[in-house]
């Protein structure tokens, strides 16, 4: 990214690859824990920082770390990037969409190619998911929306409240 550009890296490393002990879940299954740095280095640090087995965490795994920095300054000519735009870009902000294009043709000038790709029943995929994940949230979080329901936005408190009016609680 140019100099000249403000920006953030945010990376979701593959499920298990970063602890998530003691981070307050929303959903066991689906939760990620991952570096919000302002550079791709600083991102590979931290992944090498964060990265690795926890014996506090059952989700992550006992596999030898990489070392995440060693590919930096590579480059990314002949590298495909599939870019899902169908489903993802159907309520996706002005701003946000111009932003994402942009990002999109500077990855181009840089010598990535950009295809276009369809994830098969993406709808439905999202919505067992998001199912799931709000049930697990419910669970999670039952006792606090019972004893401390300020310590919650209104539209967690909402999204919650509408799974309690459609399903179990």
Do not use: W
Not at 50 to 71: C, E
Request: contains cysteine; glycine residues 12%.
């Amino acid at each position: 990214m140019p100099a000249s550009v403000c920006g953030v890296v945010g990376l979701k490393p593959t499920y298990g690859r970063v602890s998530k002990a003691g981070v307050l879940p929303l959903s066991y299954l689906f939760d990620h824990t991952g570096p919000i740095t302002r550079t791709v280095e600083d991102a590979a640090l931290m992944l090498n920082a964060l990265a690795g087995y926890d014996p506090a965490d059952p989700s992550t795994v006992r596999i030898p770390v990489d070392d995440y920095t060693a590919a930096l300054g590579g480059g990314i000519r002949g590298l495909r990037i599939g870019v899902p735009r169908s489903y993802f870009y159907a309520q996706l902000d002005d701003e946000v969409a111009a932003a994402v294009a942009q990002a999109i043709g500077e990855l181009r000038a840089l010598g990535a190619e950009i295809v276009d790709v369809e994830v098969a029943d993406v709808e439905r995929g999202v919505g067992a998911i998001l199912g799931l994940v709000l049930a697990e949230a419910l669970e999670i979080h039952a006792e606090g929306l019972r004893t401390r329901p300020g310590n919650f936005g209104a539209d967690v408190r909402d999204v919650l409240a509408t799974r309690c009016r459609t399903g179990p609680c």
